[in-house]
């Protein structure tokens, strides 16, 4: 099994600055692509960001400019460094891993950590 535990999540307020860090642990034989995730009240989950294990990243067109992801590969962790933050950026924030557990099996599994919470005041 594979789990991810998120940190960083809080309270601020408008234009101000948050960093979250989401790191794996387990049977990890390696991690593709990591990724970031919101989910705000009433509405769907989307994407907010993602990196692949060779470090191209990708960005909603919402934060673009405002954020940034990075991981350490030796560490199984990615972060999103929130800068600029605007209330319409609070939602719960969740981390995803496409990970393959076995030198022996090529498949790969999507995990989710459990979610953080980032409120941004007006």
């Known amino acids: 099994q594979v789990q991810l535990v998120e940190f960083g999540g809080g309270l601020v307020q408008a234009g101000g600055s948050l960093r979250l860090s989401c790191a794996a642990s387990?049977?990890?034989?390696?991690?593709?692509?990591m990724g970031w995730y919101r989910q705000a009240p009433g509405k769907q989950r989307e994407l907010v960001a993602t990196?692949?294990?060779?470090?191209?990243?990708n960005y909603a067109d919402s934060v673009k400019g405002r954020w940034t992801i990075s991981r350490d590969n030796a560490k199984n962790t990615v972060y999103l460094q929130m800068n600029s933050l605007k209330p319409e950026d609070t939602a719960v924030y969740y981390c995803?891993?496409?990970?393959?557990?076995?030198?022996?099996?090529?498949?790969?599994?999507?995990?989710w950590g459990q979610g953080t919470q980032v409120t941004v005041s007006s």
């Open positions: 990196i692949t294990s060779g470090g191209s990243t």
């Open positions: 387990g049977s990890i034989f390696s991690i593709n692509t």
């Open positions: 995803r891993a496409v990970v393959r557990t076995s030198a022996l099996n090529r498949n790969e599994y999507v995990y």
